[in-house]
C-alpha cells in the first residue's frame, strides 16, 4: 500500500502565500510522475500542477506564475508553493502519483496513488 501524506493546508487571506508539501514514506519514487490536483465545492476534481521524473513541469492554466510544484527525490517529497492566492483557489488539494503518458499528465487516470487531501481556504 503506497500512503501519500499531504500537509500544509490551511486558512489564507488574498493574495498570501501557502506551502503544499507531500510526503510518500518508505518509497522511491524519483522514476515516477508527482501531481496536484484540487477540488472545490460541488465542482468536479481538476489539474493543478505535475512534475515529471526529470523535473520538467506542467500547470494549469489558472495557476500558472503563481504556483510552482518542485521535487526532492532524496526526501521523497514534493511540494506545490502557492504564491498569490485568490478565493477561487478555496479547494481540497489531492498529491497523486503515477507515470502517466503525456496525454495523461494532467488527467485523474494518469495517477493510481492519492492522498487524503489537504483543505485550503482563501478568504478575500
Known amino acids: 500500500q503506497v500512503q501519500l501524506l499531504e500537509s500544509g493546508g490551511g486558512l489564507a487571506q488574498a493574495g498570501d502565500s501557502l506551502r503544499l508539501s507531500c510526503e510518500v514514506p518508505g518509497r522511491t519514487f524519483s522514476g515516477s510522475s508527482m501531481a496536484w490536483f484540487r477540488q472545490a465545492p460541488g465542482k468536479e476534481r481538476e489539474f493543478v500542477a505535475a512534475?515529471?521524473?526529470?523535473?520538467?513541469?506542467y500547470y494549469a492554466d489558472s495557476v500558472k506564475g503563481r504556483f510552482t510544484i518542485s521535487r526532492n527525490n532524496i526526501k521523497t517529497m514534493v511540494y506545490l508553493q502557492m504564491d498569490s492566492l485568490r478565493p477561487e483557489d478555496t479547494a481540497v488539494y489531492y498529491c497523486?502519483?503515477?507515470?502517466?503518458?503525456?496525454?495523461?499528465?494532467?488527467?485523474?487516470?494518469?495517477?493510481?496513488?492519492w492522498g487524503q487531501g489537504t483543505q485550503v481556504t482563501v478568504s478575500s
Open positions: 497523486a502519483m503515477g507515470n502517466p503518458i503525456t496525454s495523461t499528465i494532467r488527467t485523474s487516470q494518469g495517477y493510481r496513488h
Open positions: 512534475i515529471k521524473w526529470n523535473d520538467y513541469t
